[in-house]
């Protein structure tokens, strides 16, 4: 089964909604209820490709990925950017409400796709085990103070063109491995 989700209601926005739930019974002197929190995540950070607005791949990174195809990396990248516009077609098609931000995650039994998009087209797709949690402030994070830093701001990346860049691989790979869902996953 596939489960695509839109929206913006993260996981902390809701355990957020149900503490200020929570605290405003416990004023009004109501029995109090049991606040579930969501667990920790866990899984496993399989790899991360970013687009430009064309569909060009700019990057590529891998770190345990299950199942490689005997087919070429650009055919899979090819696939991917597929398989993300169609699926951004479909989501845009059934969101009744236009001003939706669209979908930022989609999920099945084997992994979980977890898509940001920036206004300036730049698509950043990270797979994961279905079983990590709410991954956009990581891809936000990636955007903004990895790739921003150190694509963007470098006088010598054209942009658009791939990212070949040492000091951004070393702290996009840096991050990404310092996340709980990459070493809770690791064993």
């Known amino acids: ?37 969501p667990a920790p995540a866990r899984g496993m950070i399989y790899n991360l490709y970013i687009y430009n607005k064309h569909g060009v791949c700019l990057l ?19 696939l991917m950017f597929g398989f993300l516009f169609s699926l951004k077609q479909v989501v845009n098609k059934l969101t009744p409400d236009s001003g939706m931000p669209g979908f930022h995650a989609c999920s099945t039994n084997k992994f979980k796709l977890n898509y940001y998009e920036t206004a300036t087209g730049l698509r950043f797709v990270l797979n994961t085990d279905p079983n990590c949690g ?17 694509a963007s701001k470098n006088a010598l990346y054209t942009a658009g063109e791939p990212l070949d860049n040492e000091q951004f691989l070393f702290a ?16």
């Open 1 to 37: 089964s596939i489960q695509v989700l839109t929206g913006e209601r993260s996981p902390a926005a809701i355990v957020d909604a149900r503490l200020r739930a929570e605290r405003a019974r416990e004023k009004r002197g109501e029995a109090r209820s049991s606040v579930v929190l």
């Open 60 to 78: 590529y990174h891998e770190w345990k990925r299950p199942n490689i195809t005997a087919g070429s990396a650009m055919a899979d990248q090819k």
């Open 134 to 150: 709410d991954m956009r402030e990581c891809i936000r994070y990636i955007y903004s103070a990895v790739f921003v830093e150190y």
């Open 172 to 187: 996009l790979d840096k991050y990404v491995r310092s996340l709980p869902a990459f070493t809770s996953g690791a064993a």
